[in-house]
């Protein structure tokens, strides 16, 4: 019985809105069909009234919360003379005054029944609680951002943290195959150019900070001096190089740089080698003379089993 007196103001205005619609869904596609296709004609007429029927819901919606409903007030006054205006057009081209006149007047009594249903059904409060409601309102809107913005953010930080550890990995993975590619390298030169049994111990290669080393008179751990013998290590007991043993490390410098400047496939011509060999050494700055560089030619390449010894 309290739901049937509930419906009971609703029912007019729902029976006047139903009319209003079907006739103005009628009177605007039969409009349109003398310029559209009628499916077409017809489509636009349902969504002319279900935008005004959106706009109705809505107003009872916000009225009934006690909420603002400025927005959907002002399309349903708009549409409203536009409805009546063109359910009056249709009769008039019809010829029939009558039906433009009820025609037009079936939205406005729609209109105003379903307004005096929202008057009387909607919650009445006070300014200062709909003050305090829309505070509260307010307020939530900015935690529900503040929590989605959040949640972005730990999701980017997430993201990122992958892509680092990703590339660090990447990073390693690269330097591990450039370093197995340089070992690969090493030994194919040292099997190549294997080392005379008289200087059997020393390395295949050195490095620039080991002839900066040998250069800035000292020696670096295990590397034995050419022409003593083979194993014996440059040293000096008070730590400084005397003139024989800057010599034999300058001569030690050059002759493991002759050993990288021939290591190439095919081997460098005796000029070439002579022209990279002089560069090198001025670049590092060691000494020796054109008969020691062809001297280590012909060694390099005696030892490559390409014949030998010929300047």
Known sequence: ??????????????ALTAVAVVWAVAAIGDTLTAQAHPAFAYS??????????YALAQET???????????????????????????????????????????????????VTLVMAIDRDRTRISPRAQ???????????????????????????????????????????EAVTVTHDAYEKYAEVIDRHPLPE?????????????L???????????????????????RTPGGTPSAQEAKAANDQAVALLAVQL????????????????RAEMNARGLTGSWE???????REKSLTGQGGGTP
């Open 61 to 111: 919606a916000h009225r009934r919360q006690g909420s603002s409903a400025r927005l959907p007030k002002a399309i349903g006054w708009t549409f409203l003379p536009l409805t009546v205006a063109v359910l009056a057009v249709h009769g008039l081209l019809a010829g029939d005054v009558l039906a433009a006149a009820v025609g037009a007047l079936i939205p406005v009594l729609a209109k």
């Open 262 to 277: 021939y290591a190439t496939n095919p081997p460098p011509s005796k000029r070439k080698f002579r022209e990279a060999m």
């Open 198 to 210: 008289a200087v059997e111990e020393l390395p295949g290669l050195i490095s620039d900070r080991e």
């Open 44 to 53: 636009v007429a349902v969504l002319y009234d279900a935008v005004w029927l």
């Open 1 to 14: 019985m309290s739901t049937l007196k509930k419906a009971a103001p609703w029912a007019l205005p729902a």
């Open 212 to 234: 900066e080393a040998l250069l800035s008179g000292g020696v670096p751990e295990g590397v034995p001096a050419l022409g003593t013998g083979g194993a014996e290590t440059i």
């Open 292 to 298: 020691t560089i062809d001297a280590l030619y012909d």
């Open 131 to 173: 003050a305090a409601i829309d505070r509260t309102r307010a307020a939530t809107r900015d935690r529900i951002a503040v929590s989605r913005a959040v949640a972005a953010a730990r999701a980017d930080e997430t993201t990122a943290a992958a892509d680092i550890v990703k590339g660090a990995r990447q990073a390693e993975a």
